[in-house]
């Protein structure tokens, strides 16, 4: 069962009985209560080491819900512990209390005041979502932390977040206005500016009197204790009474009592609202990339830098350009900051209201630069989708780094340390030092202009991890203390850094800490063991992987052996697949690669996680799949691997491979869903309803004998409800149309295969039986660039010549991986003979095609596989390759549409082949080509046809994809290479302006026919 410590619960912690607990809270709340333990599991982790498992769970329904909730666990006392998206680093969102997850349903923006340029806003609302809405207004909230995009306020607010430009825009703290509190004893108001503090109620003024007694009291310890650095996010914020940052809390050096809720982890009061003081919107961006010889330059430069008085001073260094480098998506975008193979590079920002400014601070830059002996070092980014690509890299560094492969894994400890300036380049010397002396190296990112570098040591924490943390945090503590800095300057304290809150502060403000806990929650029962009265940070109990964590084994269906590794940190080695030691095969170490920092929670462009964006459930995301899949994998969620909650986690995932490119560890969930339904079959069966669609390839030849008789289901009423119950399919579905003419029936298939052809055309079972004009159309799209084009069929030895081929992802889909191979191996034995002979295979389905180039290297498909991987592309990839070359011509002409509306199909998305669908439709004259920012359109291979998923497909489809295709002017064309893409948009279309996409050879057909006749 899963690890349980009560180390951190107040008085008996746990009710008498969670029965008792749970049956009050279930009676008391209109939200969803979980008790079960996967649901548990999947909050007893943020993106921390740690990991307690929670009483319970509560997603509340409203305000009423956490009220309500507060008092029955007050009367019980049950600790609760407020979460966000819990992407903390330091364990704040782990603790044995009742979780209150308000990410999913308090989530609204309450009050908008332009004039004022302030917003209130419920605490689950996530930034970037909240920046999304100002922007219109010309406004933003400046805090702009690396989490964007997951975060929420209320998480923010409570770890005093900060963002890259905390040089011009402060933290949390210095951009909150107010909060309304709700407090463990029931009382609830606003804690605001101290003027405004005499119409709170009578317990808030109390608060208010007593805080400013002990700020007063203690003046002299604040002033002595309290780091005078920028950024410090430790202890409690008692310096709101005498002020010791160079930046104030306030422009008029005011108290606010808010400042004392920002920051304090969810251990004084519940947010209910907080008021945010917003900013404009800078008009004009200038970015210099400085290239250093060495770390040390770029910190020493650091300081003379600032002077110009930047918006932001981020510094990424050689790891992580490397990182960087090796991902497709942000290769280029680094590349192109570079001269040469720089040490570290610093991006220094400049914004003003006149375009004139950053540029002229920009050229400054340039001057100093040559001033300190570099010239020549700065590349100057003045186009904004420059700007924002590099940024995105920069944002996306500590995922770049967490995808190591590994149990050694850089560990969030020492992160956020800030020290003066002047101190930085030797702070970074010295520290780099003691990790070479503990057999480790870390990697250097982050805001240099406030001195807060983020560094993570790698460690192994189920080894020697917890013994080397605690030495390296007492060296680098050392160090602050002799820098005067802070030892907290970003991610605050929680499980990990509350043991330092004495030894930053010293006895006499951590009493006081005490005091302020006592006044606001006295019994100690708002997320209890953060900030005061700590755990160790090396207590192993609290470990996600401590000492001994086991892996349940397992054998597997597919080759997980590139996980099962283990890394040298110093020489930045990989031992060789297979040697990790891990028992499910490098099955469970692929999936430990989940961190928990919940970017699958995003909401932006991008595929990942459409399941998530339509449920907004823990367990409906990337995240709380990996971590369901980690228990169970580890037997931490009793009972077997092939259990009915893994089953029930992965039941929405669409297998859509978003995660495969947008999790910054490369965490493929759809891989994962095929292992584990493997696992399930064995033990379980294969359901009769899966089994059919699975083998759709060996009866589809049947059944397009009698198209007639298979497409009877759609035109005899009632027939659809009696299909529903007999195969699952949907009632409000129509489902594809067999066809009689199927493509490779046809004389064009049918003619000589091409001994000598460029190309080998793999027609998909979807395309033969269901759209064989799409095939033709390839045929015709090929041939008239004058290519010899065979259409691929099964060889002479395959024991069924006559079946068509098939790729096995209907098999692979239902985690019938032994069918799914004998399949792949009759592909690829038909295709390799062409292959040997220079030619390239070109599908038209991306889900088929590009399982060539991916599910296919883990199969056991032998060397076949690898060398058919790389020669296996998508009919847009090669015509874009092809004429990039300048070996394509086409005789194109315009059409009469002028605007085609791209939607891409998730795979094409995952496999970055998105570029070449846009540039082989523009190479039709006058066509204006959009993508639709879309992510997965629902309907995933047979998933929407199944009545218990129909909904959720169609809320997937009604987030973007629909609405675009809806708006879209009838003289648009709509293109889509996915099968059900484009059966999505027809279904979801019925009625009154009904659309049909297109598969993009279409277009081009189209657009050669209009060449003949023109
Ligand atoms: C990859 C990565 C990059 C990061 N980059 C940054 C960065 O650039 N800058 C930065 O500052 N941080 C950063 N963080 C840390 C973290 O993402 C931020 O602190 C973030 O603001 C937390 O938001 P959340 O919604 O996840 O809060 P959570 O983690 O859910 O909660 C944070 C704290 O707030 C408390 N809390 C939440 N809601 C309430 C409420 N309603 N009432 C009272 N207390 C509440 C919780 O109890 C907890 O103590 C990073 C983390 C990761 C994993
Ligand atoms: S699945 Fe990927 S994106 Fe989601 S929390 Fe895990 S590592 Fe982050
Ligand atoms: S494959 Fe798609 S649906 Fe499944 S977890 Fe990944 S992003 Fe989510």
Known sequence: MMRTSQTNAPGPGRPATDGEFARRLRSAVRGEVMFDAASRGRYATDASIYQVEPVGVLVPASHDDVRAALDVCRSLRVPVLPRGAGSSQCGQTVGAALVIDHSKHLNRVLAFDRDAMEVTVEPGLVLDTLNAWLR???LWFPVDVSTSAQCTLGGMAGNNSCGSRSIAYGNMVHNVAAIDALLADGSEGRFGPEADMAQAPSRLREIARALRAIGERHRDEIEARVPKVMRRVGGYNLDVFHPQSERPYTADGSVNYAHLLVGSEGTLAWTKSLTLKLGALPRHRALGVVNFPSLYRAMECAQPIVKLAPSAVELVDRTMIDLARGNPAFRPVIDAALFGEPAAILLVEFTADEAEGPLRQLARLVELMGELGLPGSVVPLTDAAAQKALWEVRKAGLNIMMSMKGDGKP???????????????????????????????????????????HVRPILDMRRDGAAKMRAIAEEAAAMVREYKGAFSGEHGDGLVRTERVAWQFGPVLTQAFEEVKALFDPDNLMNPGKIVRGTRMDDASLFRFPPGHRVVPIATALDWAAWDVHND?????????????????????????????????????????????????????????????????????GGEFASPAVREALDLCVSCKGCRRDCPTGVDMAKMKVEFNRHWQQRHGVAFKERVVASLPRWAPWAARLPWLANLRDTVPGLARLGERAFGFDARRTLPRWRADTFLASAAARGPTDADADVVLLVDTFSNYFEPENAHAALAVLRAAGLRVAVARASASDPAPSRPLCCGRTYLGAGLVDEAKREARRLVDALVPHIARGATVVGLEPSCLLGLRDEYLVMGLGEDAQRLAPRALLIEEFLAREHRAGRLSLPLAPLPQKGALLHGHCHQKAFDTMGSAVDVLRMVPELQVEVIESSCCGMAGSFGYEARHYDVSMKMAETALLPS?????????????????????????RGAAPREALHLVRVLEQSLAAAKQG
């Open 411 to 453: 560990v969030s400890f020492i992160e956020d340390c800030a020290v003066p300036l002047a101190h930085l380049a030797e702070y970074v010397d010295r520290l780099s030092q003691v990790f070479a002396k503990h057999g480790t190296r870390g990697t250097w990112y982050a805001h240099a202009s406030v001195g807060t570098l």
């Open 965 to 989: 295709v809806r708006a879209a002017d009838v003289g648009t064309l709509i293109v889509a290479d996915g099968t059900s893409c484009r059966h999505q948009i027809a279904d979801g279309t």
């Open 569 to 637: 940190p110093v020489r930045d080695e990989l031992t060789a697949p297979g040697t990790g030691g891990d028992p499910a095969h490098g099955f469970a170490k692929a999936v430990e690669m989940c961190n928990n920092n919940g970017h699958c929670r995003k909401f932006d462009a991008g595929t990942m996680c459409p399941s998530y964006r339509v449920t907004r459930d823990e367990e409906h995301s990337t995240r709380g799949r990996a971590n369901t899949l980690r228990l169970a994998l580890s037997g931490q969620l």
């Open 136 to 138: 219109p207004h010309g």
